[in-house]
């Protein structure tokens, strides 16, 4: 019975049910109501609304502000309004000092300035510093380690180092006239029993770098060596007595203490037979009284 019955239900009921949802659905949105897009349209837009004014600002009473944590007693932060400003006046006219005094008595150029001296203890500062001057007798004295017989104008044939020890005392004033040499006299020892000699000349420094100096000394040396000899590890420097010139080139570690870079020649300027010269080099130390 069911068999014969379900194929006519459907076959019949569901046309009817489509048919009656549809009318229900038309009837309601025959009653909705039609949106408006013209009202939509005329309306105005909410950024284009007027802003109403800001509301004037209330008078605050100026009350002084306290630093959190601060003791009793200290002053309040000034107020938050800035102060009036202040008129401001220029420079007076610039006055040069009453030492500044022209030939008329009135304030000259450059050409009518007339200099004052420093006054006593004020300290004037230069590019190189002062020349020493030393109130001893006995200047300075150096000592030196060199090697002998090595150097670029002569021959090496002897061999060995030389102890030095020089000597130098404080110009006279008779020497002024020829920038002030200090004289000196020294001994340089071989330790090999090659050729040792005594001298003396004078000698000239300058200063410059502040802490550097340079200087040359002229001079005459007697020596113990050959003046003549077949030996070919002996020098043949012809005379006894010998010129005697030398290069320094020094670095002043304090006023008192100095090292330096040495170098001499001896020889007779062919003034005797033989003249092979002999030359030394080496450092030295020096201290100044």
Not at 114 to 138: E, H, M, V
Not at 174 to 185: A, C, D, K, L
Not at 248 to 269: E, P, V, W, Y
Request: proline residues 10%.
């Amino acid at each position: 019975m069911v068999k014969f019955w379900a194929p006519l239900i459907k076959r019949f009921l569901a046309p009817v049910m489509v048919v009656t949802v549809s009318a229900v659905a038309v009837q309601h949105s025959l009653a909705a109501p039609i949106y408006d897009m013209q009202g939509f349209l005329g309306q105005t837009h909410p950024f284009l609304q007027p802003v109403p004014p800001l509301a004037a600002p209330q008078n605050v009473p100026d009350v002084p502000v306290t630093r959190p944590g601060a003791p009793q007693g200290t002053k309040p932060f000034p107020s938050a309004s800035p102060p009036a400003p202040q008129p401001v006046s220029g420079p007076g006219p610039m006055r040069l000092p009453s030492s500044f005094e022209g030939r008329s008595g009135q304030g000259g150029g450059a050409r009518n300035i007339k200099w004052q001296k420093s006054p006593a203890g004020s300290k004037t500062t230069t590019s190189d510093p002062a020349p020493y001057k030393s109130n001893s007798f006995l200047s300075e004295i150096r000592i030196g380690a060199l090697v002998h017989d090595e150097g670029p104008f002569s021959s090496n044939k002897e061999e060995g180092y030389d102890a030095n020890l020089e000597f130098l005392f404080a110009s006279p004033g008779i020497f002024n006239f020829m920038w002030s040499p200090r004289p000196h006299v020294g001994v340089t020892y071989n330790a090999y029993g090659d050729t040792s000699q005594a001298y003396l000349g004078l000698t000239w420094e300058w200063n410059f770098l502040q802490h550097f100096f340079a200087g040359f000394s002229l001079g005459a040396t007697v020596h113990d060596g050959k003046t003549t000899s077949i030996s070919l590890d002996k020098k043949e420097l012809g005379c006894r007595v010998l010129f005697r010139e030398s290069v320094t080139l020094g670095f002043r570690i304090t006023k008192h203490h100095s090292l330096m870079a040495f170098l001499d020649h001896a020889s007779n300027a062919s003034l005797c037979d033989r003249n092979e010269g002999l030359e030394t080099f080496g450092i030295r130390y020096g201290y100044r009284f």
